[in-house]
């Protein structure tokens, strides 16, 4: 599945996303307890990074629906 930038993803509850450090630890984590459509900041081969909460979260893309436009 192919997520660029400046979509909108789906993430439903019960997903982790998380943050990372600068030696790429995870720093912080949040498990939604509901779900939501959040905007795409970057696009990695695994993970997508999206907005949430002020800043960068990551989440995996396989725990993630694109949003079509209908």
């Not at 993430?11 to 990372?20: D, H």
């Not at 939501?36 to 893309?61: A, D, P």
Request: without cysteine; glycine residues 4%.
């Amino acid at each position: 599945m192919s997520i660029d930038r400046g979509e909108l993803v789906y993430v439903p509850s019960e997903v982790a996303l998380y943050t990372y450090d600068s030696n790429l630890n995870i720093s912080d984590y949040s498990v939604l307890n509901e779900p939501k459509n959040l905007l795409v900041t970057e696009s990695k081969s695994f993970e997508i990074g999206v907005y949430f909460r002020g800043m960068t979260w990551y989440v995996k893309k396989r725990d993630v629906y694109k949003l079509e436009a209908s």
